[in-house]
């Protein structure tokens, strides 16, 4: 047999044996589940949920849909469940973009700037065809909630 | 309570897959070769061909001057800009052999670390080099005069030789005016006449483009400049070949960057750090778009460079290379590793010697399992990226430096 049947018959009897269930953390982590791609002709602004109901995010991209290897921008907001805007949203936020299915991501990382209550975001680069997924993520104190847009770039 | 009968759970099957004979093989090439008489993809041939327009470089504000590209020419192949006298641009990047080199590794003034890629065509590139040291012709232009193993020459000795030479002095003088003081504006400026003259290097309406300009209904296209088995291999080029995941776009590369997981050649390192240092370099150096001697500081490509990540998952990738013109520039791969077109699609069909190493790699490769068929198909496709060749003028040294 080799090493590597081995070594999983070991992963599975030690997880087997763990002792107590651990408590769950004040926060869960972000999923990265991937949801539907919004389709061509979606209006604008794209609207998400973030996955702890905390935050909804609109987002522009420009141009729209969004091109295949060549560079795009982004405005987005995030606003609380009144549909206001959230107060010094660049603070304790992160934006990012991935695709799933090849598991890397974007080789920049774009410049955000607050202006006019929105977020910019430039340059965003999609390089390759297929899924991705941009990622709006927001820290207050020990959570972390996500909200995600899919995409099908050709 | 739960968790640990979960466990447990996870333990039986694991072990009743373990033991079993039948598991799963990795699914390969899903994707069926399309018959000759099927619909073309449309957006996706879009997406190839026919070769666009160059595109702009704002950076380079004598980018398409043809004075500027004279002189460039006369620059690339002088080889007193390098510190022996004996290497010019062209000693690596030999015009007989598509301005590439025959040696896998490239042998300047001492042997370097990967093969030198063709120029032409490189005005297409977003990044240069296999690492995307440099983000602009010019830029790339500068690297090979200073670097040891290639030209090891020295900025303030080429100056001199502008400065002391009449026929360069003249020439540098007819593109830029007065020759700078400054050595390093001197050193871009010539960087960016020797782009000049690179920009002319595109050879046009390969097969492919005269074919595709007929299928997409646009002037000048010919539906019989491919065969059936080139289109046949189009067609596996478009589907189980699983090539336009990177090689999508006019030059047929995406522009960036991967981890194929190569062979190493006997005489490069197996260890190159690639993209990974090649960000670095580029964001460091004063000759990027972000730079001084930039004529676009704050255009879209200095926008780019300055958003530019050194990932780790960058380390070991290198530049998807262009798929035009490949016949007079064998050998191919970063390290010339691949003696011809053949052992290029042996290597993706089994991914037999492929060099597993740490770091993040692309998580897509896998076996594409073609017959030999399949493979002359593909093989035949590509020959027909072949464009028409470039003017005789434009292959060798002009007579002088300035022109007539």
Known sequence: MKASTWTWILCLALGACGGEETQPVAADPPTAESTDPKPADEPLPLKADANGGGFRLELIPSPHPIPLNRDFSLRFRLLDNEGQPLAEPLKHMALDADMPEHGHGMKIAPVLEEKDGWIHASPLLFHMPGLWEIYVDRTQGHVTERAQLSFKVY | MRRTLLCWLCLVLGLLWVFSDKKPETPVAPVPVTALEDPWPLDLLRHLGPLP????????????????????????????????????????????????????????????????????????????????????????????????????????????????????????????????????????????????????????????????????????????????????????????????????????????????????????????????????LVQESPFNAAGPYSDAPEGEAAERVRALVQSSESYGEFRTPTLRNLARRAPYGHQGQFPDLGSVLRFYNTLEDQDLRSHHQEQLLQPLRLDNAALGALKAFLLALEGRDLPGHLVHAPVAPIRD
């Open chain 2, 53 to 280: 327009p160059l595109p702009a470089d704002p950076t380079n504000s004598v980018a398409d001057n043809p004075a500027a590209a004279h002189y460039g020419q006369w620059l690339f192949f002088d080889k007193r800009l390098s510190g022996d006298g004996e290497i010019s641009c062209a000693t690596c990047h030999d015009p007989e052999h598509g301005f590439a080199d025959t040696r896998p590794i490239a042998l300047g003034k001492a042997l370097g670390e990967r093969h030198a890629p063709t120029v032409i065509g490189a005005a297409y590139q977003r990044w240069l080099g296999w690492g995307g040291r440099a983000d602009s012709l010019w830029m790339q232009a500068l690297g090979p005069m200073e670097n040891e193993v290639e030209m090891a020459g020295d900025r303030q000795e080429i100056a001199h030789l502008v400065r002391s030479d009449p026929l360069l002095r003249q020439a540098h003088e007819e593109v830029y005016g007065e020759v700078p003081k400054d050595v390093d504006t001197l050193f871009a400026q010539l960087g960016k006449a020797i782009a000049a003259y690179e920009r002319l290097l595109i050879q046009k309406d390969s097969p492919f483009d005269l074919w595709v300009r007929s299928i997409l209904d646009l002037p000048g296209g010919d539906p019989t400049a491919l065969n059936e088995e080139q289109q046949r291999g189009l067609r596996i080029f478009l589907g189980p070949g699983r090539c336009t995941l990177c090689h999508l776009g006019p030059t047929l590369s995406d522009l960036e960057f991967h981890n194929n997981q190569l062979p190493t050649h006997p005489d490069g390192p197996r260890d190159d750090a690639g993209r990974y240092q090649g960000a670095r």
